[in-house]
T-cell receptor, first 114, second 116 residues
Framework: DTEVTQTPKHLVMGMTNKKSLKCEQH?????MYWYKQKAKKPPELMFVYSYEKLSINESVPSRFSPECPNSSLLNLHLHALQPEDSALYLC???WGQGALKTQYFGPGTRLLVL | AQSVTQLDSQVPVFEEAPVELRCNYS??????LFWYVQYPNQGLQLLLK??????LVESINGFEAEFNKSQTSFHLRKPSVHISDTAEYFCAVSGASGAGSYQLTFGKGTKLSVIP
């Protein structure tokens, strides 16, 4: 089973709202990722967690706050977003962090910021 | 540093015709190559990958790709496409060393449109 689940599927929020995106995998993977994908573009890496510790933050604005409560779960907390943050947010996981470790993606959360 | 070039942004093809989606990469170290497919309004699904061994890799739904080190290519092919193959296809590379070696570097994507 190579399933990564994400909730919610769709989210509409105002610029003053606080919301969270959730990602879950039960494959025993120890690396988890958040990507942002704008329309007709490839995914862009935002954060990498390895063994529940944040290992990479690709200079993402602080209005995005990741959290990894345990090895199966990854959250992305959103606060005071801008309309340009509207995008598809993808979660991925892999056995570990390294070139040989295939990343498996979830279905994504489509976010609209009004 | 590594990079990926997908030479065609859009490829229209008639149903049951063959198709080739082109991907070239550049890297100064050993690379691992992936093709992902993204159906409309969905996430990315792994289609196939080359890590080592046989340079010809196949997927369960009839696609294949060949790793060609001398031409630095990893083109995706299918002998006969179906309407259901209409999707965006991303080629990606990860490197074997360096601080960013865990990173997947994606190409810009190729939109495959299968015409009935």
């Amino acid at each position: 089973d190579t399933e990564v689940t994400q909730t919610p599927k769709h989210l509409v929020m105002g610029m003053t709202n606080k919301k969270s995106l959730k990602c879950e995998q039960h494959m025993g993977h120890r690396a988890m990722y958040w990507y942002k994908q704008k329309a007709k573009k490839p995914p862009e890496l935002m954060f990498v967690y390895s063994y529940e510790k944040l290992s990479i933050n690709e200079s993402v604005p602080s209005r995005f706050s990741p959290e990894c409560p345990n090895s199966s779960l990854l959250n992305l907390h959103l606060h005071a977003l801008q309309p340009e943050d509207s995008a598809l947010y993808l979660c991925a996981s892999s056995w570990g962090q390294g070139a040989l470790k295939t990343q498996y993606f979830g279905p994504g959360t489509r976010l609209l910021v009004l | 540093a590594q990079s990926v070039t997908q030479l065609d942004s859009q490829v229209p093809v008639f149903e049951e015709a063959p198709v080739e989606l082109r991907c070239n990469y550049s890297s100064s170290v050993s690379v691992y190559l992936f093709w992902y497919v993204q159906y409309p309004n969905q996430g990315l699904q792994l289609l196939l990958k080359y890590l080592s061994g046989s340079t010809l890799v196949e997927s369960i739904n009839g696609f294949e790709a060949e790793f060609n080190k001398s031409q630095t290519s990893f083109h995706l092919r299918k002998p006969s496409v179906h309407i259901s193959d209409t999707a965006e296809y991303f080629c990606a590379v990860s490197g074997a060393s360096g601080a960013g070696s865990y990173q997947l570097t994606f190409g810009k994507g190729t939109k495959l449109s299968v015409i009935p």
